[in-house]
């Protein structure tokens, strides 16, 4: 898709991090955007700054994990805009602390499924059949991570939820293909370490928020060093970018950071010969 101007994009996880910078890149880019957040305070502060490029905004809280929310979302869209270009199903959470999964409670299971891989597949489900419809071309981005490649980075429910988005969006790909004759194209998402506020999605609880460690505990040094680590990480923006170039250039697998790539490597290797997986840890 070359010509964005005047399009319609739909981003979920739009009050903050990777989401936000997605809706700020489309508005420049002259389209007209969908924000989606189940935070309203922070929808709303985001959509008045995409708003104040001068691109046409219209902000829908919206909770990905129910289907009934998402359709509610596709229906503003079409009564707003009539129509849907785009599909950024990209908001996430990190699934929990610091649990082996076998003690994980089931609560963080849920949530982080929930959000992270059926958010997309209430995504896809909901708007695949509007732009199947529709007849034009489209766009669907499904947020991963890099530990949807790799194993070992935000706990056991985070990443098997994000591998569950990298598996989907590949089978959702070869149906694409098929269905819509090449018109709707498929990304998906695979960043690293972004400056984002994932680390402190527990604020978002379902169960309520929870609460971060006491001052001057060991677990609070922990936890500031680890927020400290994400805002020297990639600009929002520059990751928006590469989306960007994905879907003008058609390319499925978005990665943002070649430091990783000897481990993708490692992987491959490693199914084809049958030994261990590698772990996602920092580069030396």
Not at 65 to 85: C, I, N, Y
Not at 199 to 228: C, F, V, W, Y
Not at 238 to 258: C, K, M, Q, S, W
Request: aromatic share 6%; hydrophobic share 45%.
């Amino acid at each position: 898709m070359q010509e964005l101007k005047g399009r319609v994009a739909v981003v979920t996880g739009a009050a903050s991090g990777i989401g936000r910078g997605l809706a700020q890149r489309f508005a420049v880019e002259g389209m007209r955007v969908v924000m989606a957040d189940v935070e309203q305070p922070a929808l709303d502060d985001a959509a008045r700054d995409v708003a104040a490029t001068g691109a046409e905004v219209l902000a829908v809280r919206t909770d990905v994990s129910k289907a009934a929310d998402v359709e509610a979302l596709a229906q503003k869209t079409l009564e707003r805009f009539g129509a849907v270009h785009i599909v950024c199903n990209n908001a996430g959470v990190g699934g929990g602390g610091p649990f082996a999964s076998w003690d994980a409670p089931l609560a963080d299971w849920e949530w982080a499924l929930g959000v992270n891989l059926w958010g997309v597949i209430h995504g896809v489900r909901t708007f695949v059949p509007i732009m199947l419809k529709q007849g034009d071309e489209g766009h669907i981005v499904n947020t991963a991570s890099v530990a949807g490649l790799i194993a070992g980075a935000g706990g056991p429910a985070y990443t098997t939820s994000k591998f569950g988005v990298v598996g989907y969006s590949e089978a959702l790909h070869h149906e694409l293909a098929q269905a819509s004759g090449g018109r709707i194209k498929v990304s998906v998402l695979c960043p690293a370490l972004t400056n984002t506020r994932i680390i402190e999605s527990g604020r978002n609880h379902p169960g309520g928020p929870q609460p971060e460690p006491a001052e001057g505990t060991p677990e609070r040094a922990m936890l500031d060093m680890i927020k400290g680590i994400f805002a020297g990480g990639m600009a929002p923006s520059e990751t928006a970018g590469f989306v960007l170039d994905a879907i003008r250039n058609e390319r499925f697998y978005v990665l943002t950071h070649p430091e990783h790539n000897p481990r993708l490597q490692a992987r491959a290797e490693a199914i084809v010969a049958g030994g261990a997986p590698p772990l996602l840890t920092p580069m030396p």
